[in-house]
């Protein structure tokens, strides 16, 4: 069974950083593409970055560019989202999704998600 978890949310002050995990079970990640998608109180489910299947591409966010960082661990199965300069904005529930090889900007385009991982931005 695939199955995707995230942890390492919170509550962090403005300026602050976070590194979100993705751990995978019951497939390897190589090959898939890993989204991190976020979604915040009454607001639509909005793309934040994307690492293509082999690691071949990354993409960002515009309002996050600069600031957060996608990687890979492919021993350890997980992908990470790191979290620089964190503004209130920010706040929303974190989610990873997986799908074959190539990045996509719609959440419908994965098929694999993990239950979300709350991060909050405040003073």
């Known amino acids: 069974q695939l199955q995707l978890v995230e942890s390492g949310g919170g509550l962090v002050q403005p300026g602050g950083s976070l590194r979100l995990s993705c751990a995978a079970s019951?497939?390897?990640?190589?090959?898939?593409?890993i989204g991190w998608f976020r979604q915040a109180p009454g607001k639509e489910r909005e793309g934040v970055s994307c690492?293509?299947?082999?690691?071949?591409?990354?993409i960002y966010l515009e309002s996050v560019k600069g600031r957060f960082t996608i990687s890979r661990d492919n021993a350890k199965n997980t992908v990470y989202l790191q979290m620089n300069s964190l503004k209130p904005e920010d706040t929303a529930v974190y989610y990873c999704?997986?799908?074959?090889?190539?990045?996509?900007?719609?959440?419908?385009?994965?098929?694999?998600w993990g239950q979300g991982t709350q991060v909050t931005v405040s003073s």
């Open positions: 999704a997986a799908r074959w090889r190539l990045c996509s900007p719609s959440a419908d385009d994965f098929g694999t």
């Open positions: 019951g497939f390897t990640l190589d090959y898939y593409a």
């Open positions: 690492s293509s299947g082999s690691g071949g591409s990354t």
